[in-house]
């Protein structure tokens, strides 16, 4: 099992709708959750953290955590042709160390 | 402001042969990360320095060896280069390594024929 689940997708929704993105983790201690977006050819961008339970909302995006699950999800609202990206769900694992863990990242299109 | 800058940029190398992937930044952040990204794989760690003087294994360690030079500046050898280790490679640096919010250079895209 990874340590860091996520759908490789592709994830494709039209211009306007909501896209769900979905992560797993597997360190019951983790306490630190990101997502990170990475066009093609280029480096992750943070775009959302979040550290306690419950839903974070910035703009049109939502992050949601339940740690019971051990799940966190990004919500994009009014998605557009430029949310077409690799999303990368990445978790602090406390257990041996502090260190980033990435998942293998969702492929979203976003049809115009 | 440059954020984080790795050098170089695109490497063809020889199997067997050896090489220095550098990195360096400016934001006076304490902690710094190798990571490799291969398709369908996502990021891995290949080490990170949680603060100068300080380096520890990440996930895919071997055949990697690092120096974390100074505050600024972190290294990545590859002392006998592999097919294997084709791959783009990423620097980050954070303000510590549970701060969480990673900074990315632009990226190294290696190929060892």
């Known amino acids: 099992q990874k340590e860091v689940e996520q759908n490789s997708g592709p994830l494709s929704v039209p211009e306007g709708a909501i896209a769900s993105l979905n992560c797993t983790y597997s360190d019951r201690g983790s306490q630190s959750f990101f997502w990170y977006r990475q066009y093609s050819g280029k480096s992750p961008e943070l775009i959302m953290s979040i550290y306690s339970n419950g839903d974070k909302e910035d703009g049109r995006f939502t992050a949601q955590l339940n740690k019971a699950s051990q799940y966190v999800s990004l919500l994009i609202r009014d998605s557009q042709p430029s949310d077409s990206a690799t999303y990368l769900c990445?978790?602090?694992?406390?257990?041996?160390?502090?260190?980033?863990?990435f998942g293998a990242g969702t492929r979203l299109f976003v049809k115009a | 402001n440059a954020g984080v800058t790795q050098t170089p940029k695109f490497q063809v190398l020889k199997t067997g042969q050896s090489m220095t992937l550098q990195c360096a930044q400016d934001m006076n952040h304490n902690s710094m990360y190798w990571y490799r990204q291969d398709p369908g794989m996502g990021l891995r760690l290949i080490y990170y320095?949680?603060?100068?003087?300080?380096?520890d294994k990440g996930e895919v360690p071997n055949g990697y060896n690092v120096s974390r030079l100074n505050k600024r500046e972190f290294s990545l050898r590859l002392e006998s280069a592999a097919p294997s280790q084709t791959s783009v490679y990423f620097c980050?640096?954070?303000?510590?390594?549970?701060?969480?919010?990673?900074?990315f250079g632009e990226g190294s895209r290696l190929t060892v024929l």
């Open positions: 980050a640096s954070s303000v510590s390594r549970n701060t969480g919010e990673l900074f």
């Open positions: 320095s949680a603060s100068e003087g300080t380096t």
């Open positions: 990445a978790v602090i694992r406390h257990t041996g160390g502090f260190k980033t863990i």
